[in-house]
């Protein structure tokens, strides 16, 4: 039976309260998000919680308690001067994130970090140093802040707009330094289980990046057909401007450039 939408969205809040307990890594909420919203049939939403629990399961918190965001009152500090420091591997992320880079360099992975809520927070500071950000792709990330005479840039491939996926918020201050988050396709990869539905995600992912990309060609080939009638209808005014009309219409402006894919 096919599945429906809030079908995926329950799936998708089951994940979110196993990641929560624990069960369940940035990445591997990331990836099994992207499933549910990729299902096709319960069969398929099935095989993504089949190592979790249905439901009554134990939670770190108890219901209605605040996160760690909620209190802001206390921050785990990365910090290199004139040196560096990295943070990857297994660890949990329970409170607000600080990195500090003078001179130096901090890498965060988040990747196969364990998080206690749906969002994560981190300030970041580069002085004349550093600080790389690695995220599952698939995730929000909300990049704030200031840079001067330094840069502060987000590369990754983030989820459709209006999926509940993990989100990643970043105040980064750059200071003749940088500040970068980056895609798991764009750093060294992890190692990952196998999982019996992670085959046909791999195609529709395919499939959905392909469908876009078609629907992008479609839409410039839509833009260049109408600009080609516009500047057609503009050399036909010429010519009757030139036969003796009185006004010289104006040329038309360049057609819009859709987004790349």
């Known amino acids: 039976m096919r599945a429906s939408d809030a079908e995926r969205e329950a799936v998708v809040e089951q ?21 549910a919203y990729l299902a096709a049939t319960h069969a398929e939403l099935a095989q993504i919680t089949a190592d979790l629990p249905q439901g009554g399961a134990p939670r770190p918190y108890p219901a209605g308690a605040p996160t760690s965001r909620a209190s802001g009152k206390s921050r785990r500090w990365y910090v290199a001067v004139m040196g560096d420091t990295k943070r990857r591997g297994k660890w949990r992320v329970d409170q607000e994130i600080g990195a500090v880079a003078v001179m130096g360099d901090v890498t965060i992975d988040l990747r196969e970090a364990e998080v206690r809520s749906n969002e994560i927070e981190i300030v970041a500071t580069a002085v004349m140093g ?22 502060k840039k987000v590369d990754v491939l983030e989820a459709p707009s209006g999926q509940n996926v993990p989100v990643i918020r970043i105040r980064a ?64 005014e010429i010519r009757q401007f030139r036969r003796g009309s009185r006004h010289m219409p104006p040329y038309p402006p360049d057609p819009p450039v859709p987004p790349r894919g």
């Open 15 to 35: 994940l979110r309260e196993a990641s929560v307990d624990g069960r369940l890594t940035l990445s591997e909420l990331t990836e099994r998000t992207e499933a």
């Open 130 to 151: 550093d600080v790389k950000i690695i995220v599952p792709d698939g995730v929000d990330v909300d990049l704030s802040g200031v840079a001067v005479m330094g840069d």
């Open 173 to 236: 201050y750059a200071l003749m330094g940088d500040v970068k988050v980056v895609g798991d396709s764009r750093a060294e990869p992890i190692r990952r289980a196998w999982f019996a539905w992670s085959d046909w995600l791999l195609e529709r992912r395919t499939e959905a990046r392909q469908d876009l990309r078609e629907q992008l060609r479609a839409v410039r080939h839509d833009l260049h057909r109408a600009h080609h009638d516009i500047l057609r209808e503009h050399r036909e």
